[in-house]
Antibody, heavy 121, light 107 residues
Framework: QVQLVQSAAEVKKPGASVKISCKASGYTFTTYAMHWIRQAPGQKLEWIGWINPSNGNTKYSQNFQGRVTITRDTSASAVYMEVRSLRSKDTAIYYC??????????????WGQGTLVTVSS | EIVLTQSPGTLSLSPGDSATLSCRANQNISTYSLAWYQQKPGQAPRLLIYGSTNRATGIPDRFSGSGYGTDFALIIYRLEPEDFAVYHCHHYGTSPTFGQGTKVEIK
């Protein structure tokens, strides 16, 4: 079955960087785009950006442009997201989610299990 | 940017009740781009409905999605104990957005 497995929780100091991974299995990795979404405590889900694994093209939310880089390794069927210049407001659970489309409809499914990133001095 | 507003923030209901969750967009959106997810504590969101009205694989028929334009709804008939959770609506656009969620709690 289609599965996304993310890397373990991280604790970082303000100003540091973090790189999270999302390993896909159960489908052809290059066929579907991959998105990153985060959920800060008590906040709504927030879309960060996506990558087309077939060519590496990316698009980012304006809220994260310049501070986030999404990459992929097709040999490993994995997508990565690096967030730089971390601040306490970046404390959140970060999810990867696969793009889906059918008959004109589009949505995210499945989702990874989430990676908690805690930014604290 | 599309902004989704969900209401109410919290629904307090009993098992067997029906729940009506609203998701309103600040401008017209395509029915193809509206999805609903269920999220339980400590878990990732799970797809319920895509394309406004289509149930995802394995989702029971007590979950029903409707709407068009700016007003969309998720109705849960005959609430089961496992249905008490947070529900998010989602617009898949050039910059995907989510509503703030509706919590369905046990009364």
């Amino acid at each position: 079955q289609v599965q996304l497995v993310q890397s373990a929780a991280e604790v970082k100091k303000p100003g540091a960087s973090v790189k999270i991974s999302c390993k896909a299995s159960g489908y052809t990795f290059t066929t579907y785009a991959m998105h990153w979404i985060r959920q800060a405590p008590g906040q709504k889900l927030e879309w960060i950006g996506w990558i087309n694994p077939s060519n590496g093209n990316t698009k980012y939310s304006q809220n994260f442009q310049g501070r986030v880089t999404i990459t992929r390794d097709t040999s490993a069927s994995a997508v990565y997201m690096e967030v730089r210049s971390l601040r306490s407001k970046d404390t959140a659970i970060y999810y990867c989610a696969r793009d889906n489309f059918y008959d004109g409809s589009v949505w995210f499914d499945p989702w990874g299990q989430g990676t908690l990133v805690t930014v604290s001095s | 940017e599309i902004v989704l507003t969900q209401s109410p923030g919290t629904l307090s209901l009993s098992p067997g009740d029906s729940a009506t969750l609203s998701c309103r967009a600040n401008q017209n959106i395509s029915t193809y781009s509206l999805a609903w997810y269920q999220q339980k504590p400590g878990q990732a969101p799970r797809l319920l409905i895509y394309g406004s009205t289509n149930r995802a694989t394995g989702i029971p028929d007590r979950f029903s999605g409707s709407g068009y334009g700016t007003d969309f709804a998720l109705i849960i008939y005959r609430l089961e104990p496992e249905d008490f959770a947070v529900y998010h609506c989602h617009h898949y656009g050039t910059s995907p957005t989510f509503g703030q969620g509706t919590k369905v709690e046990i009364k």
